[in-house]
């Protein structure tokens, strides 16, 4: 198929890579050209801009920052929305607003296009491997049409409802992360005030009822002071605030996700933005 994609950052670049590697054509748009260095080298088509992204592509995917980016990629006269085919297949993998979403989704519709919210979650290493989990909001019929492409992303992909679905559940995971980082840091603190090796306590508790991702994947970096990112903590942060205001605006109180907020931002203010989201640990040291 001819596909497009926008944003080659950590992750999308690895993506693109899985759609090359299964002989797909696929345009791509970055706004740092030199992050897509070796996607050309592997035959991927590098152009100006959304727009001719939208012109060439069947399906096209988003993977950028922030809400903010998502509405330029999307809205305005260079815009996907004012440029895609009908019948094109809009698929944003950005973590975003669910509104955002909705709206999208509802633009595309009386363009004669389909969207999806296809945020993701695994990190780096999950988008190099293909082993994504990948949470879908918008019509089945389309996240049915193009699962084939999906698989190639992702292991764990599922239908969550309608349009601003994929976003809302994505909210959900990034809670249960923020707390679950606390208590990453705080074990790996107290072992080593224990006089423990910490890579030793990992091995006991890893696998244990304590076992969570972030603790096989994260821990061991934050360990070896690895502050390396595979998700920045400058999107994470914008993530969390997106939940923060989704659970204010339902008078939902989630003092978790408060406090795991305001321990990103103050290490954020410290230097940390782009470091990865391990780089929390450096709260207990300072």
């Known amino acids: 198929m001819k596909l497009g994609f926008i944003g080659t950052g950590v992750m999308g670049n690895s993506l693109v890579k899985h759609l090359l590697d299964n002989q797909h054509e696929v345009s791509i748009y970055t706004r740092t ?23 060439t592509s069947e399906v096209i995917f988003t993977m950028v920052g922030y809400p903010s980016d998502v509405e330029q990629v999307y809205f305005g006269e260079q815009g996907l929305l004012e440029n895609a085919k009908k019948g ?47 949470m879908i909001g918008g019509e089945k019929e389309v996240y049915k049409e193009i699962l084939p492409i999906l698989n190639l992303f992702g292991e764990n992909i599922v239908f969550q409802g309608p349009a601003g679905s ?8 990034q809670i249960n992360i923020a707390s679950n980082m606390i208590g990453v840091c705080e074990s790996i603190i107290y072992a080593e005030k224990a006089g423990l090796d910490p ?9 244990g009822a304590a076992g969570s991702w972030s603790l096989s994947n994260l821990a061991p970096k934050m360990i070896n002071e690895d502050f390396r990112p595979g998700f920045y903590i400058k999107h994470f942060i914008k993530d969390m605030k997106i939940a923060a205001q989704e659970a204010e605006n339902w008078g939902l109180d989630l003092p978790g996700l408060r406090m795991s907020l305001s321990m990103y931002e103050n290490i954020a203010a410290q230097g940390n933005e782009e470091n990865g989201t391990q780089a929390l640990i450096e709260h207990y040291k300072s």
Do not use: W, Y
Request: glycine share 8%; hydrophobic share 40%.
């Open 33 to 55: 050209a030199e992050k897509a260095k070796n996607l050309v080298e592997a035959g991927a088509v590098l152009v100006e801009s959304p727009q001719q992204v939208a012109e």
């Open 88 to 134: 094109t297949i809009l698929v944003d993998m950005t973590t975003s607003q669910p509104q955002l979403a909705q709206r999208i989704f509802e633009a595309a519709a009386e363009k004669g296009l389909h969207a999806l919210d296809a945020p993701v979650s695994g990190g780096d290493i999950g988008a190099k491997n293909g082993v994504l989990s990948i």
């Open 166 to 173: 994929g976003q809302h559940t994505k909210m959900c995971n």
């Open 199 to 207: 890579e030793r306590v990992l091995r006991s508790i890893s696998s």
